[in-house]
């Protein structure tokens, strides 16, 4: 695999939920802070180049997705309203790993 491209493809994911939950939308990407000083300056503007092209989470779920399978409450953004946490799922657990 190629680590440096899967972090950045986390980085792009992190962003889009990130904008959601700030209600930054496909049409107000232009306010979403640059990350030149991260990132170097070439690359100052790519996270707001994300959210301009798709859209945040809820945006790209609303139009791929909805149609297909409702969006459920686990998959939205928690803004305080619940104590509902859901963590990723572990993969398979009945594997035994290494000992110490």
Avoid: C
């Amino acid at each position: 695999g190629d680590p440096e491209f899967a972090a950045l493809v986390e980085w792009v994911l992190q962003t889009l939920i990130f904008a959601e939950k700030e209600n930054i939308t496909m049409m107000t990407a232009d306010t979403f802070t640059q990350t030149g000083d991260f990132f170097g300056d070439e690359y100052e503007d790519m996270f707001k180049n994300a959210l301009a092209a798709v859209g945040n989470y809820g945006e790209i779920y609303a139009r791929h997705l909805e149609p297909i399978s409702a969006r459920l409450k686990v998959d939205t953004i928690n803004h305080g309203e619940t104590g509902l946490l859901i963590s990723h799922p572990f993969g398979n657990v009945d594997t035994i790993g290494p000992g110490p």
